[in-house]
């Protein structure tokens, strides 16, 4: 037929086939290239598209606004004036939209950032919930869950943890969300210790905490480290409790079996044997003699008994003696017992009296400590030092031969490691370095 455009030829069949070819491929050109650069600005953090979107937000936002209220202005004077093309109309709304733009914008900026980046801007009212939120928490072992919710939910992070140190590995006590890309890690430190870490994912991978994020995180980090030592703190207690519950029913164990088992059937054959004593003095006084021999020792075995209980209970001599001399007692023993070793014993003289407990740790690490001075130490001279301030300080001080530098710690040492801390105190065992051991134990006092 006749062509639409003059001079146009009819191109042949291969022509057709490949502009066809040609168009297909422009097509998919046009399809990939967005599709490549969506991927290169998401997945890459390109052109720094958070600020993109949030201007685009905002100022989107505000020019819907802006028209809006300008509209509206318009509509409302000319219908109330009943007047048209009148130019105070037109200025009332123009001043209208100049007075409210600012503070329009401003809001429209806090809410966008809100809504992508959360609470940032905001810090005040982020702590000031936390600490609400962990006021609320009832129970010890909601608080560090709390804490990373609400330091996810403040900050929109998909992901927040916090690890506990535990014997020195970081261990996860909490989390809420998953992790995202690589998470950044905020040190929990308290009294120059680091207790835990505060782990975080950044709200895209990849994308990192801003300046105005890090200062914020600074501060909800120091609220955390203060809940995770009340936590530890609190966790403490709660093992403490249990260890001196299950030791009191240790010992109430010990003492029935020794009880039960000694001294009860000590008793109960005492008892046969008086029952037979009676008959037989008037048959046989001769073996009736001989019995009460018997009796007697078993008498004397039987009380040996009781104050062997009543010594484990309390050292007797404490409550006969007093702390100051039944030190020198101890150490006049330990003195008679290895001739060639010397012990002296410095005390004040007006030294208060001492609550029981305190009384019996600082007798019973003393006596620990001079058994291994007399065992291991091959020590001439060793010096008990005693003084008390506000908290009770005991030294014991040897020149033998020190430590071992492969020696582990007894049982002996643990004990005596243990008593103090009961108390809230400390035991440090250390070698001299011109020869010999010291033990430095530190008592605090009870406040009344």
Same mark, same amino acid.
């Given at each position: ?255 029935? &079996?020794? !009880?039960?088992?000694? *001294? ?11 029952? /037979? $004593? =009676? +008959? #037989? ?25 009781? &104050?062997? !209980?009543?010594?484990? *209970? ?11 001399? /039944? $030190? =020198? +007692? #101890? ?46 130490? =091959? ?70």
């Amino acid at each position: 037929g006749t062509p639409l455009i003059p001079g146009w030829r009819q191109p042949p069949f291969t022509a057709y086939v490949v502009i066809d070819n040609i168009f297909y491929v422009a097509g998919f050109a046009l399809l990939v290239v967005p599709l490549f650069t969506y991927i290169a600005i998401v997945r890459h953090r390109l052109y720094d598209i958070d600020v993109v979107i949030n201007r685009t937000l905002v100022y989107g936002a505000l020019t819907s606004c802006v028209v809006g209220i300008y509209v509206l202005a318009v509509v409302a004077l000319g219908a109330l004036f009943q007047t048209q093309g009148n130019i105070a109309v037109s200025l009332l709304p123009t001043g209208l939209v100049a007075v409210l733009f600012q503070p329009l914008r401003s809001r429209l900026q806090r809410g966008v950032n809100r809504l992508m980046y959360g609470e940032r801007d905001d810090p005040y009212a982020v702590v000031s919930r936390l600490g609400r939120r962990l006021e609320a928490a009832l129970a010890p072992d909601t608080v560090l869950p709390t804490l990373v919710e609400t330091i996810a939910q403040a900050l929109k992070l998909p992901y927040a943890a916090i690890l506990l140190k535990e014997d020195e590995e970081f261990r996860t006590a909490a989390a809420y969300g998953s992790p995202r890309g690589e998470p950044e890690t905020l040190p929990l430190v308290y009294q120059r210790e680091e207790i835990g870490r505060l782990v975080l994912s950044p709200r895209a991978p990849g994308e990192g905490f801003s300046v105005a994020d890090r200062c914020l995180l600074e501060d909800l980090a120091r609220q955390a480290e203060v809940a995770v030592h009340a936590v530890r703190l609190t966790s403490d207690l709660q093992h403490s409790r249990e260890r001196l519950v299950a030791t009191r029913e240790e010992e109430r164990r010990r003492l029935r &079996r020794d !009880l039960h088992d000694s *001294l009860g059937a000590q008793l109960a054959g005492l008892n046969v044997q008086a029952g /037979a $004593l =009676r +008959r #037989l003095i008037p048959r046989d006084p001769d073996a009736a003699d001989e019995l009460v021999v018997e009796l007697r020792e078993e008498l004397r075995s039987a009380i040996s008994d009781i &104050r062997r !209980l009543a010594y484990d *209970l309390r050292p007797p001599a404490l409550d006969d003696l007093g702390l100051v001399e /039944a $030190l =020198r +007692r #101890l150490a006049e023993r330990y003195g008679s017992e290895d001739k060639q070793l010397s012990v002296l014993v410095e005390v004040p003289e007006d030294l208060p009296d001492l609550p029981a407990a305190v009384e019996v740790a600082v007798y019973r690490i003393t006596q620990e400590a001079l058994t291994n001075v007399a065992r291991h130490a =091959r020590a001439r001279t060793c010096v008990v030092r005693l003084a008390m301030d506000e908290a009770v300080a005991l030294e014991i001080a040897d020149d033998g031969i020190g430590i071992p530098a492969q020696r582990s710690a007894g049982v002996g040492l643990s004990s005596m490691h243990e008593r103090a801390s009961e108390l809230g105190g400390s035991c440090i065992v250390q070698s001299v370095p011109k020869g010999g051991t010291k033990v430095l134990v530190h008592l605090p006092l009870p406040k009344e």
